[in-house]
């Protein structure tokens, strides 16, 4: 099983710390995020994983190598040329993440009681992928139909609406927000080919979700924090 672990942010909203380490090795809880995020999904079965990197990028490199990469198969996508961003993060480290089985996507700076099993068997062979969203709130949401299916992106602050579907209704669909973690089907890879180097994962989806089943997973009893700011890190971390 393969995770992309998204480590390459600068990290800006967390300075100083990262003025001098990277977001990825900033402590929480007395552990780095990177060893919150790869331990919990390796605990869950995931034996490869690829990590991103650009700020600080060799820190990194040198963390997972003082832990014997935690005794599964680790690879690098190096953006150490230029930060990607998520969507071109993913086109970027696509010869890492061929295969036949879907690969997750994990923001480093998400710490949740998120459950890789349950997440894995809400996926439905043939979506493109699987998001998953909560109903925390936020200002900015993805809209799904009743059937789970991505069908817009609203702006509550703004009022801005982006669907393929003109004229669509927020009112009539489900507002729920994106928690940076997604599983995806490597059906993926060829479609953003296209793509330029860098573009943001919400662009794309937006693009191909007419044509594309692009679905909501909700998890009951979903804790998440995405920890961006320094008034976050002394989160509690949920178990």
Known sequence: MKALIFAAGLGTRLRPITD?????????GG??????????????????????????AEQIREYVA????????????????????????IR?????????????????????????TWFWAQHYAGDLATILVSERETQRYFLFDDDNRLVGWINRATGEVRSPWPGIDPDQCKCLAFS?????DPAILPLMQDWPEK???VDFYLAVCRTHTVRAAVQPGLELHDVGK?????????E
């Open 20 to 28: 001098t380490m990277p977001k990825a090795l900033v402590p929480v």
């Open 31 to 56: 552990k780095p995020l990177l060893e919150h995020v790869a331990t919990k999904l390796i605990a869950a079965g995931y034996d490869e994983l690829v990590i991103n990197v650009h700020h600080f």
């Open 66 to 89: 003082a832990r014997n990469n935690w005794g599964v198969q680790v690879a690098f996508s190096d953006e150490t040329d230029l930060l990607r961003e998520t969507g071109g993060g």
């Open 92 to 116: 970027h480290a696509a010869p890492l993440l061929a295969g036949s089985e879907p690969f997750l996507v994990h923001n480093v700076d998400i710490l949740s009681n998120f459950d890789p």
């Open 180 to 184: 940076g973690i997604h599983l995806i």
């Open 199 to 201: 573009f943001p994962i």
């Open 230 to 238: 320094l008034s976050q890190l002394d989160c509690i971390i949920p």
